[in-house]
């Protein structure tokens, strides 16, 4: 006879759930979503297509929410009967194998959505814009700040986050010097910020004739998208402007116009380009989003007198490497803050980052604040 006890286990998911419930504030949800179908049915809506597209994309994520926390109740309320089933009489094997593997699906999501709650930081909520910079390490250190960004491209693509990719500049012999990608997502910024930091790999040089072992680095920096309502004023005098032609790999034409737009911040240095809109005017007014968004960032760093809190002086070389991607002379890749670590580097950089996300977010609420 089957006897399945995971009482303890579900009592426990319940708390956590209940928990959650309280820090999302389902009542407020609910208005929250009133509100925006109020707005998503004005006639007038789509006379703005950026704010139309704001609110849409605010209700689904409402939308969404709402419709995982009233998922995850009743699937708990279902588990038990379960449990009930595989218990009565002689028992059902079925139901218990069915139990079991419905608790340990439940014990992932919740975790996961344990972690959301978590993203309560000003800017948390808010779309991001990730930069990755190859640095010490030549072609290696090209060759991997490409891989990150396929890496975080695949990311985005298994959780159905629109990517834009703003810029790419490309090394001569292979992989990139930097790229710029724009995630449009609710909460993008929370969830990438903890991606930020000094990386490092260690692999048998594909670049080097003698096959010898060789450590590169490349450095990520994650700043929030901000409002169109808090755009920082900045004075013609204070921007360079440069155009150029968009080039692809080896230097290949993409489009025959300079139409790519490079603007440079005189007082901070702060370098800004796009090349992926076709035209020099929607280039520019990206670039100058961008850079508003980065200038808002160092205005708040200021204010804060502390850099820790989002980007950080990211320095690419040996000292403050925040995670290790090592394929040789074994496999594995290990966050040196959260010590969470994997053996399957491919899985990795095939866009399987979320259980460093989750340890990243746990852990930065956890870090003393200075």
């Known amino acids: 006879m089957i006897e399945l006890d995971i009482s303890e286990q579900i009592a426990a998911l319940r708390a956590t759930f ?45 939308q969404s929410e709402l419709a995982r926390i009233e998922s995850i109740e009743s699937r708990l309320d279902d588990l038990e009967v379960l449990v009930e089933m595989a218990n009565d009489g002689e028992g059902d094997e079925e139901s218990a194998e069915e139990a079991t593997a419905e608790l340990a699906s439940l014990q992932k999501v919740l975790g996961e959505l344990e972690v959301h709650t978590l993203l309560n930081g000003e800017f948390d909520e808010r779309p991001a814009v990730m930069t990755i910079r190859s640095g010490a390490g030549g072609v290696d250190a090209a060759d991997f700040a490409e891989m990150l960004m396929r890496m975080y491209l695949r990311w985005a693509e298994q959780h159905d986050y629109p990517v834009t990719v703003l810029d790419v500049g490309y090394a001569e012999e292979a992989g990139i010097k930097s790229a710029t990608l724009q995630i449009d997502s609710p909460y993008a910024f929370g969830t990438l910020s903890v991606e930020a930091g000094t990386h490092r790999l260690v692999r048998m040089s594909p670049f080097n004739s003698a096959g010898k072992r060789q450590t590169s680095f490349a450095a990520v920096e994650v700043v929030p998208l901000i409002e169109q309502t808090e755009l920082i004023e900045i004075p013609d005098t204070d921007i360079r402007v440069d155009v150029f032609r968009s080039s692809g790999p080896g230097g290949q034409s993409v489009n025959t116009t300079d139409s790519a737009v490079r603007i440079t911040h005189l007082p901070t240095g702060t370098v800004v380009s796009c090349q992926n809109e076709k035209s020099q005017i929607q280039n520019r007014a990206a670039a100058m989003r961008v850079l508003q968004s980065r200038l808002l960032l160092i205005q708040r760093e200021q204010e804060a007198a502390t850099k820790k809190e989002f980007a950080g002086v990211i320095t690419a070389s040996w000292g403050d490497q925040m995670r290790s991607y090592v394929l040789a002379p074994y496999q594995m890749v290990k966050d040196l803050r959260t010590n969470y670590e994997v053996n399957n580097p491919t899985q990795v950089f095939d866009g399987d980052l979320d259980g460093f996300i989750a340890a990243g977010i746990r852990w930065r609420k956890q870090a003393p604040q200075d």
Not at 39 to 59: C, I, R, Y
Request: without cysteine.
């Open 18 to 62: 209940g928990d959650i419930r309280a820090v999302i504030d389902i009542d407020q949800l609910r208005t929250d979503i009133a509100d925006l179908n109020d707005q998503a049915g004005a006639p007038d809506l789509w006379d703005d297509s950026e704010h139309a597209q704001k609110v849409t994309s605010d209700l689904s994520h409402r």
